[in-house]
């Protein structure tokens, strides 16, 4: 059952206990004028003097605010973009769009003259999915491939220029591409030696990792602070590992990003072959199909499925190949969910970019149309779900609003943000949107301001007076 899905929702069971039991246990009634003083008074703090809050919360099938702050002004959004992100895809592609890698043969067995394989994007494709199609052809009696290539027309640059270095060498800032391959990432494991010695290093995916140059300034010592670092140089392909590690310190493991996706394809798929005993003439890039229809097709799982991995584990290189999906106006569907093309600046689908701005009137707009489209539960089921799931399972936990909340976190220096659906237990359904720029404080400390909020929205009652 979707718990969000219904506008009015005062008596439906969460958790094993009712929304009237917790409504019996708050006392006096906490109205509007008294949510506005409290939250006012949580972010007027003169820790927050430097900071800039945005919020706005209304009731489902509602456009009147029981909060709002700044709630036209512009915001960089960090995460919380990919519930705009989700809500174009689901509108524009419906629900059950896959992904598809497409396979082109020539020749006959026991040799064939051409296999070719033409990505669109799939950033769920794997190692097990190549593997299948290594076992089918051996299982047919394919001993030889002549060529083997894969399709890729020339694109311009799949990296956003808007993305900071210290981001893209790492998992979460793998670029999307035509041909995507285990999420394009590999784990780099780091362990200490000897006292004194540089810590040693392994790829879990030997042709992956050889894409990287490995320069390793680091020292193994026998006490002290933890300070090992990993950072790219500029401009070349040279990964620099510099601090220290104690050398009773367990692995360490670093995800990183794969800076050639295509020709890791291609050098995996070769070796997989090799392993199956098909030998491989010539491996090679090529810009144009063949003009035959496609031998089969590798799907990737229905969107439903890629946006709920979006939504609650905040999957960077899934939003970003489902935006690429939605062509040169992609968020041109949440015009029709009624949210101004003039309270948003996207330049990305997953929120890495700090160029993004996005003003809470345009996230509960999303929100708000999200739940009256034919999609809405789909929508809601892929948030993070409050102490339970995803990005949320270590927020709220053994409160009244543990699985009362479902939402979507965002999180980038100096800027958070939450934003999804609440329940209360004596007010109808609220949408809501808590956004921080420029916060001076730690990340766990402005989370707890923004969970205090969240805390007060969900106190709120339906007040007559």
Known sequence: MNRFLSLSLLSVVFCGVTSSTWANALSPDYCPAELATDIDGLIQSPKWRRSQWGILAESLGDDVPVYSRNAEQFFLPASNAKLLTTAAALEALGPDF??????????????????????????????????ALVNQLKAEGISKIA????????????????????????????????IVLNQNTVTLTVKPTKVGEPPQFAWSDAIAGSQWRLKNLA????????????????????????GQIPVDFGPDLWRMAILDPTNYL????????????????????????????????????????????????????????????????????????????????????????????????????????????????????????????????????????????????????????LSGYLNPPAHPPIAFTILVNHSPLSSAETRQTIDAIATQLWRLHECTK
């Open 147 to 178: 060529n083997l290539e894969v399709i890729q027309p020339p694109a311009p640059d799949e990296l956003n220029s808007t993305w900071e270095w210290g981001d893209i060498q790492f998992y979460y800032g793998a670029a999307p591409s035509p």
């Open 266 to 417: 291609l050098k995996t798929l070769r070796q997989q072959f090799a392993i199956a005993g098909i030998q491989i003439g010539k491996t090679q890039i090529v810009a144009s199909p063949p003009t035959a229809a496609p031998w089969q097709r590798i799907e990737s799982p229905a969107l439903r499925e890629i946006i709920s991995e979006i939504n609650t584990n905040s999957q960077n290189l899934y939003a970003e190949a489902v935006l690429q999906q939605l062509g040169t106006s992609p968020f041109e569907a949440l015009n029709e969910l009624g949210v101004a093309s003039d309270s948003y600046r996207l330049v990305d689908g997953s929120g890495l970019s700090r160029q993004n701005r996005v003003s809470p009137e345009a996230l509960i707009k999303t929100l708000q149309g999200m739940a009256e489209s034919p999609h809405a539960e789909i929508y809601q089921n892929s948030l993070a779900i409050a102490g339970e799931t995803g990005t949320l399972t270590n927020r709220f936990q053994n409160t009244p609003l543990q699985g009362q909340l479902i939402g979507k976190t965002g999180t980038l220096s100096g800027m958070l943000s």
């Open 219 to 242: 020292k193994t010592v026998s006490e002290g602070d933890y300070t090992l670092s990993i950072s790219g140089r500029l401009g070349t392909n040279e990964l620099i590992i510099s």
């Open 98 to 131: 896959r992904f598809q890698t497409s396979v082109y043969r020539q020749g006959e067995k026991p040799l064939l003259t051409t296999l070719s394989l033409q990505g669109s994007g799939d950033p769920t494709l794997t190692h097990q999915q190549l593997q």
